[in-house]
């Protein structure tokens, strides 16, 4: 349901995906309905590494992280989803279980959709191909560049690079928040928590940013981006 009670307005909503921009009325009709919403409380799982991928999501409205593990005792976001952005794409296209975990990091809802049928429509669509290559390249080289930082850059370098990566601001200039602990931001940039805590904080007073309590608010992603820069010219 919509804010005002009314129905959500689904096949609106699929013709707003970047994803599905190329298809015919009659195919967002398939997917239409095709369509489930499903409703996520904050910090719920929606599903975890491992599980089938039975379903693609797209993100209606509230906010999801994506998680790995590493040593099956640290969590790393690979990435924070919001509208219109799609979690479980990989490992449908890829044939595989889940390569990650998503969590609710605030109510949510999501819009639920056959992973077969996806696969399906993009096989006859060069369009979608197109897109899903175009973001599995771009995943590459996030995780590239995310190497790099860990190695070459300072602590502030890399907690100024994860913050815009996380918030997807590394291409744009749009202010953003993001639903996250401090410590899981200082797991996700490879630094302790002390570490980050005390970064944050100044930059907290310097007005580039906002901290609460499990959250986070870009103020000046120009200033955070500038900080990123400064550190990869040393």
Known sequence: MAENGTPFPTADFLREIPLFASLSVDEIALLNAASEMRHYHK?????????????VFFVCAGQVAEFINYDSCVEYI???RDKYDHIGLVGAFGAIPQPTTALA??????LALPSELILNLAHHSASMMRMVNR??????LSACKSLVSSV???????????LLRMSNKL?????????????ELASTAGMARQTASAILSTWNDLGYI?????????????????????????
Not at 43 to 55: E, H, Q, V, Y
């Open 43 to 55: 910090d719920s799982l929606i599903f975890k590494a491992g599980d089938a991928t039975s379903r």
């Open 78 to 80: 690979v990435k924070v």
């Open 105 to 110: 990091l605030a109510d949510s809802e999501l």
């Open 135 to 140: 973001e599995l390249v771009n995943k590459l």
């Open 152 to 162: 070459h850059m300072s602590a502030p370098g890399r907690l100024a690079f994860t």
């Open 171 to 183: 291409n744009s200039s749009h202010e953003g928040a993001l639903n996250i602990t401090q410590k």
């Open 210 to 234: 906002t901290t609460h309590r499990k959250r986070i608010i870009i103020n000046h992603s120009s200033e955070l981006m500038d900080i990123v820069i400064k550190d990869e010219i040393k």
